[in-house]
């Protein structure tokens, strides 16, 4: 998951003119194929990473060049970072990026055009689509006690008391302005999954919104006061279970992940979304609903999910599984189960698969070592 | 006395939808279903034996085995089943084989299928709906096509088994035999 992570943040790379102070704490070097329409490029990108104080990688520094014979013709490869990329290809919008604030659009403009207009375009649309990777972990969601009952709003719709929400505000104000567009945002969607008619978590929810003022004093060079009334809105979200309305922090562990879970899967436009091990905290009645909706939603979007459970593996097709191995001084390494065995080796898993068993188990029994 | 019958099938769900269609051809409280759900073709042939031997112990006198046919042929898979079984002493007992997927059943009865996912008129269907290849993404595309929802077989299978009229059922030969055996079970008890 990292590593397809590493992906995005090489979008989101600052270019070497913009210093950085951090000492780089990783390195790696990634090599990988994607694919748009038919074309193939691969990536061979040097990496320094820094990890920052809330466990995220951060590239500081990377080299990045391209493969993509099928569109320069030649086996020369093309420098040229992702987050240049990005911007190449969207010098129309008016939110500037790194390259565009530094050197000025003309000069992003005079880059652009000595690009080949479908390298151009074949590496913008990688860019784009890699910086909307969207990734779900249970573990961002862990503890619903430590949820705010309630959060603020400006009259506006902006949230007031921080910039950057994570964790569990961050999904309670998600949800509260998907619900403002429920139809456009895949809110109904949700909750017709996760109410009565479908997997039956919770019943309904409601936001009450609160109207509230609050008087801010500044006090001008010569003594002046000047005052000044804020509106505000103090939403209160409520999940009515059977008869009862509990605030979010009642909620228990598995319902609160799922809900999560389930809201940023129905409701995530990004083309590929990371789940990490949805099987945390969920009984398996429940957890097979959870994978059967997002084996449906993987036919709109791309989505990978890591997991230790065998229970999960026996809903999958070995086609679909990749296994990781951490090998010592080597690393971690990931294989296709289907080109990883030999061809007797996976003539025998099928044959076990039709006669005899599941694949959880075939695993759990080392059949995949 | 409550007949107690033994089932055994690839999911959970299949069960619950054979639950909603016994309830349809025998009496209220006159059955109860002891089960193992396989998660797996390969599994339930491995354990039906076994399973079969645990739901004697569990008090069943009677066993349905349901089994997908998908690519095989239904002569030798209906025999590795009847072998795995044989002599085990139940007083009855019967194999059924979808031709696909269990969902094709499902696809028998349209006006279930409205009244489950409030569409606003009924899907059309192909007659033989175990003719359909893959009778789940059918039904999870037809219900999309139709109500904009999203169908989930672990849930809604047993709503819409529930609903069903289960003389259209019957048009699927995979089922057929099952009425006879259900009306046998309650005539001995």
Redesign the interface.
Known sequence: MNAILLLRRLTEERPSFYARDEVPTGHCNLKTTLTVDNVNGTLWADIDTYTDDNNTDIVITSDQYWHIKHLTGNNKRVKLPLALARELTRLEDTRFGYYQRHIGVDAVEQISRTVPEPVRDFLGTIARNLAQIRYYSASQFTNPANCPVSFELEKEGKITRAVHLTGHAKFLFDLYNSRKYSKRSGYD?FI??IGP????LVDEISFNPISTSSVQYSVRIGGTVTERRKQKILVIPQFKIGKNALSPNQLSEGTFKTITLLFYLITESSQLLLIEEPEVCVHH?LL??IL??IK?YSNNKQIVISTHSD?VL??VQPENVYAVTNIPNEGTKVHHIPKRLSRPELGALRE????????G?YWRAGGLE | MAVNIGVIAEE?NDIDVLYQFTCKLAPENSFSFSTFA??????L??KCRAWSENLIQRGCTHLVVIHDLDDEDQDALRAVLENSVRDIAFSGRIILIPVFEIEAWLLSDPLALQQTFNMRKSPKIPQKPETIPNPKEYL?DIVWKYS????????HNKRIASVLSIDKVLLCNSFAPYPAFVSTIIATC
């Open positions: 969607q017709d999954i008619n479908g997997i039956g009645g097979s609903s059967e909706l449906t229970f026996d809903m076990y698969l039709q006669t005899e068993g599941n694949l188990e | 959970h396989a998660h797996g073709c390969g599994r042939r491995k999870r904009k929802k999203h169908y989930i077989n672990t849930i």
